[in-house]
């Protein structure tokens, strides 16, 4: 067996490993960073075919008041685009660049729904409440990546009057906990409207999150050369403060006792401490409790027991196509971060309900059935459309376009589809599902000039990046999350019950994202340099 030494070894190059994995390494810390797979990033990578450039997981990129001020203390430079959201119904489409189109999209419910008027009012003055605690959370660059040893005038003028605002904000946040489901269903009795306002959210989202989105699309940026520079730059700023990172490299199993963890290829690799930023339920599936206090090992089992019965969150089918025809053609119609919904019925819950029908007597339904039941489900649903020619001209050739189409999708479904022996041919079925709704109403003619289509699936998501039930923000929001979700507590989300191993990333704070990764890898990053001192 090959014996490796390091005095921090993390586990995953996500964006939380490679935040902890820089911080540590700026501070001249003996840091080596494992990945799994032969590149950097996560669910936030770019791939190319074929000359197009194609974004693999988050479209844009949330700034939250911490990616832009976390790169710049880093001294990171990238070039950042602002990439502004569009929104549309059926033949209407909403160019959402300030908060102002907020008024548009509620004339545009208004007309769509003329029966729910006083609904769409009562809906929009809880809209509005929460657009303005989003502006206090994002008002100022988080204050971890700004020098408040040196930066006078940032404590005084910006941070101080900001600190009273903040708190008082999250206990309004705490109040608007409630699934947005349910949120919404006590202020209008109009399914159809309810769907068309979150049914493009994970299931019980909380309605703070979701509501809250509308101030994030004013928040996006893209990278010029795709999202996957974003990682890329972090990853090279490590390597120049002489981290190590090493690819290919699957983690089989850990032994706390010894403080030595062990890869698929079996070389082992010692640690003083241990950041884990990959999925929470591998982590304890594979720890080797020997030679641990009794009152440890009962602490890892009883967590262990706690993640094996949580459900990681909901996940998306993908179909990527290269196009013949100019960019100039899209940018007609919407930005390139857009949000479509072909009909104005929504999927209702009567739909889910036919889900979880066939979901649970699957052996019974036959193919007829479920090829049925896409086509209103490829009708009905909420697309994330991203067009990254329109952010950067040069990820596509000269006169050609890619497009990501995207949209949420059961992971069980796919399982069982893939278990029955059709996964290939129910994955066609769906492309040309989506081909045929949005050709015929958003894109008139675009079958005949596809160049190439491929997709991806949950399981794709599951088995390239290691995700539970390919989850792409972490835990399900359909029961009692298991990690720590408030924010005043989110520094004791790095924490396990495993001597000299901490958390960090999508895993390990709830609800999560790119931000959150961020803060988490950071948050483990200062335990480690602070235990140090």
């Known amino acids: 067996m090959n014996s490796q030494n390091s005095r921090v070894v993390i586990v995953g190059a996500g964006m939380a490993g490679l935040t902890a994995a820089a911080y540590l390494s700026k501070a001249g810390m003996d840091v080596l960073l494992l990945e799994k797979n032969n590149e950097c990033g996560g669910l936030l990578t770019s791939f190319e075919r074929d000359g197009f450039l194609f974004d693999a997981g988050a479209r844009s990129i ?80 988080n204050p971890y990546f700004r020098d408040l040893k040196h930066d006078k005038q940032f404590i005084f003028k910006e941070l101080l009057p900001w600190v009273g605002k903040f708190f008082f904000t999250l206990r309004r946040i705490s109040r608007l906990n409630e699934p ?161 919904t072909p009909s104005k019925q929504g999927l209702n819950e009567l739909f889910r309900s036919k889900l979880q029908s066939i979901l649970t007597n699957f052996e019974n339904v036959s193919k007829e059935e479920l090829l049925q039941w896409l086509d209103e489900y490829c009708q009905l649903n909420t697309y994330e459309i991203s067009i990254p020619a329109l952010r950067d001209a040069s990820l596509a050739p000269e006169g050609k376009t890619g497009i990501i189409f995207s949209f949420l999708f059961e992971y069980d479904l796919i399982k069982k589809v893939h278990e029955a022996g059709w996964y290939d041919e129910f994955k066609i079925e769906v492309e040309n599902r989506i081909l045929d709704t949005l050709g015929e109403q958003l894109y008139p003619g675009i079958k005949d000039k596809i160049l190439f289509q491929f997709s991806s699936t949950p399981l794709d998501i599951s088995r390239i990046v290691g995700s539970s039930e390919g989850g792409i923000t972490g835990w399900s929001f359909e029961t009692p999350v298991p990690v720590v979700n408030d924010l005043k507590k989110m520094v004791n989300s790095v924490n396990t019950p495993i001597p000299n191993v901490l958390k960090a990333g999508q895993w390990a704070y709830s609800p999560s994202g790119i931000p959150i990764a961020i803060l988490t890898g950071w948050h483990a990053a200062q335990s480690i340099l602070k235990k140090k001192k």
Request: with cysteine.
């Open 62 to 141: 949330e700034n939250s008041g911490i990616v832009r001020p976390m790169l710049r203390d880093l001294g990171i430079e990238l070039d950042l685009i602002d990439s502004p959201v569009s929104i549309g119904i059926e033949n209407e489409i909403i160019n959402f660049d300030s908060l102002d189109r907020l008024e548009d999209y509620r004339k545009l419910l208004e007309k769509l729904y003329p029966e729910s008027l006083k609904d769409i009012s009562k809906i929009f003055v809880y809209i509005k409440k929460i657009l303005k605690d989003m502006g206090v959370l994002y008002g100022i660059d």
């Open 180 to 340: 947005v489901e349910s949120f919404l269903h006590k202020l209008s009795s109009n399914r159809s409207l309810i769907d068309i306002i979150d049914q493009h959210f994970f299931k019980k989202t909380p309605t703070f999150f979701a509501l809250g989105y509308y101030y994030v699309y004013l928040d996006y940026f893209y990278p010029k050369g795709g999202t996957g520079e974003l990682p890329n730059s972090i990853r090279k700023k490590i390597l120049e403060w002489g981290g190590k990172i090493k690819f290919d490299t699957q983690i089989s199993k850990i032994i706390p006792s010894e403080q030595k963890i062990l890869d698929a290829h079996g070389n082992s690799y010692e640690y003083d401490n241990l950041i884990w930023c990959a999925d929470l339920k591998t982590l304890y599936q594979i720890i080797n409790p020997q030679n641990l206090d009794a009152s440890i090992s009962e602490n890892i089992a009883a967590h262990n027991e706690k993640y094996l019965s949580h459900r990681g969150g909901d996940s998306i089918f993908s179909f990527m196509i290269g196009v013949d025809e100019i960019p100039a053609k899209f940018a007609s119609i919407s930005n390139g971060h857009f949000f479509y």
